[in-house]
């Protein structure tokens, strides 16, 4: 029963960087969508059009890019996270698509 209990202790402190790590991951990916959002909306102000409403990207969704507004950078770690695209199309509307990318912190040893 203690080798149990021993085993059960060091299995639970030995996860908790890893738990850390994907919060300060998940605060450093919120923390760069939301700045992107911000310029966004400042960009939209700007140009005397409506902020647009984030929309999650579906594989095979058509999209009609005029300009490339804004486009988020990816978080500094290794895992896949959400990263947003800001465009005009052809009708001069704004749209922000969501997608997914792997993060820019993995370590390359080659």
Sequence with gaps: MKYIRL???IATTMSMPFAMANDISDKESDRILHKNQ???QKYAEDQGKPAPQVIK???GMEMDITKVVSVSRPAEV???VPARIT???SQGS???IEYLVMG???RSDG
């Design 104 to 106: 820019t912190g993995c």
């Design 87 to 89: 465009y005009e199309d």
């Design 94 to 96: 704004l749209n922000t």
């Design 38 to 40: 911000a310029l966004v």
């Design 78 to 80: 290794c895992r896949v």
């Design 57 to 59: 990207y579906k594989y």
């Design 7 to 9: 085993a059960m202790i």
